[in-house]
């Protein structure tokens, strides 16, 4: 099993930041790569950002130097620190388990609304 649980979206003003947690199962967490995505009505679901196993990371264009992943492997969780909001961000925000690179498993998506 790979249950992946978000939290931390809400609904804030531009310019505000907010932090995201995916908390993983503990016996999958440090062998694993993780991504968030976000999709918004009408669009694709794309990628935000991944960290590996070893650290590295990787951002859309979007976001980067707005945007910081990390995790904390004694605690299984994944987080997406989000400063800077636009109303551009406004989406549905999915963290997923990677293998090869591409998404296999996801959690039930947190809610992001920003707002002018």
């Known amino acids: 099993q790979a249950q992946l649980v978000e939290s931390g979206g809400g609904l804030v003003q531009a310019g505000s930041s907010l932090r995201l947690s995916c908390v993983a199962p503990g016996s999958i967490f440090s062998r694993t790569t993780f991504g968030w995505y976000r999709q918004a009505p009408g669009k694709q679901r794309d990628l935000v950002a991944r960290?590996?196993?070893?650290?590295?990371?990787n951002y859309g264009d979007s976001v980067r130097g707005r945007f910081t992943i990390s995790r904390d492997n004694a605690k299984n969780t994944v987080y997406l620190q989000m400063d800077n909001l636009k109303p551009e961000d406004t989406a549905l925000y999915y963290c997923?388990?990677?293998?090869?690179?591409?998404?296999?498993?996801w959690g039930q998506g947190t809610q992001v609304t920003v707002i002018n």
């Open positions: 960290i590996t196993t070893s650290g590295e990371t």
């Open positions: 997923a388990s990677l293998l090869f690179g591409s998404p296999r498993y």
